[in-house]
């Protein structure tokens, strides 16, 4: 029996996290929500609302803390989880959808995808996106359409297959990883189009560096290229030049 589950990371979210996880639960079967070291009452702000709150006082980065929230879901049953930000830039209501993509092909990852509205996007954010879309599908070996939009499902197939070293997951690294690693074993990816939400949801500054840490993100893409042999059938895809099989397509 489907079992999905959603997972929330959060850092000092007080204003919106209790929001988000109440809409978040009736649409799911359980929610885990990892509080990583806030100082704002994040935690607390979550009593009685019936979701799964693993509190550390530390703040180690958002990777570390999906892999510590998903294997909390795999142990306790998970079939699927799903990962929403907690400042309200993911919609709770789009939930649905990622259900039902992932009931049509259980094996992929879903992901979100803001293609469609990218005008509501910043102009230095629509920048960012499209290249690494080109740089990421690159080193997939496959045309990728929203590499670093964060709301995805994870079926627990793909999350028990995906074999990370532990230098990839730290900070904002993780997700990228998990689409190189995924594309590298035939996960294949699905796509739920979703609106950018940007205006009137920020209510903190990003945790993003838009240097320190594009400039991991860079190295890990690098890295995972040089060390295939920059994959060039890889690069002919990523930008269309040459055809693929749905959503698969081939990592050399």
């Known amino acids: 029996m489907a079992s999905p589950f959603a997972l929330i990371p959060a850092h000092n979210e007080i204003l919106t996290v209790r929001q988000v996880v109440e809409e978040t639960i009736p649409l799911v079967d359980k929610v885990i929500v990892v ?57 709770p209501a789009d939930i649905p959808k990622f259900l039902a993509q992932h009931q049509d092909n259980p094996l992929a990852i879903v992901m979100g995808d803001r293609s469609a509205d990218m005008e509501n996007m910043p102009g230095s954010r629509r920048k960012g996106i499209k290249f690494g879309n080109f740089f990421i599908g690159w080193a997939c070996g496959r045309r990728i359409k929203d590499a670093q ?42 796509y739920v189009p979703l609106k950018a939400r940007y205006e009137g949801f920020v209510l903190r500054p990003s945790h993003f ?39 698969r397509g081939e990592t050399k």
């Open 35 to 91: 509080d990583d070291g806030s100082t704002d009452g994040t935690a607390g702000s979550l009593s009685k609302t019936g979701a799964t709150v693993l509190r550390h006082e530390t703040n180690l980065g958002k990777g570390d803390r999906l892999v510590e929230g998903f294997q909390s879901a795999l142990d306790k049953g998970a079939t699927a989880v799903i990962v929403l930000d907690a400042d309200m830039q993911h919609d």
């Open 149 to 190: 939009c964060g709301m995805r499902l994870y079926p627990a197939t793909a999350l028990k297959r995906l074999d990370i070293p532990r230098r990839h997951i730290g900070g904002f690294k993780f997700e990228t990883a998990a689409l190189l690693y995924a594309a590298e074993k035939g996960i294949p990816f699905e």
């Open 209 to 247: 560096d838009p240097l320190r840490d594009f400039m991991r993100l860079f190295g890990l893409v690098t890295e995972f290229l040089l060390l295939r042999g920059l994959r060039p059938m890889g690069f002919l895809k990523a930008l269309g030049l040459i055809d693929q099989k749905h959503n």
